[in-house]
Nanobody, 121 residues
């Protein structure tokens, strides 16, 4: 079955960097659009970045120029490099897989368990 396992979260000071990883299994990874979402306490989950099977990327305005999504189809892994982190980036970050790219959550999406990112001095 589909499995998505995130790693790389943690505590970082404002201005710092983290790289999240999501290891995928159970489906044809290279054919799927992969995304990172995040959910802060008291807020709705929001789309952060997506990368299509062919490599086209999309970003939320709030992270453009600071975050980079990438994928390694040989390792079935998607990454989120986060630079210049701000306190407002603090959230649980979730990996998402969908057969066809859509900038919205869909009932058939697959999700990881989430990884906490804390940005604090």
């Amino acid at each position: 079955q589909v499995q998505l396992v995130e790693s790389g979260g943690g505590l970082v000071q404002p201005g710092g960097s983290l790289r999240l990883s999501c290891a995928a299994s159970g489906f044809t990874f290279s054919s799927y659009a992969m995304s990172w979402y995040r959910q802060a306490p008291g807020k709705e989950r929001e789309l952060v970045a997506s990368i299509r099977g062919g490599g086209i990327t999309h970003y939320a305005d709030s992270v453009k120029g600071r975050f980079t999504i990438s994928r390694d189809n040989t390792k079935n892994t998607v990454y989120l490099q986060m630079n210049s982190l701000k306190p407002e980036d603090m959230a649980v970050y979730y990996c998402n897989a969908k057969r066809f790219y859509r900038p919205v959550e869909r009932p058939g999406d697959s999700w990881g368990q989430g990884t906490q990112v804390t940005v604090s001095s």
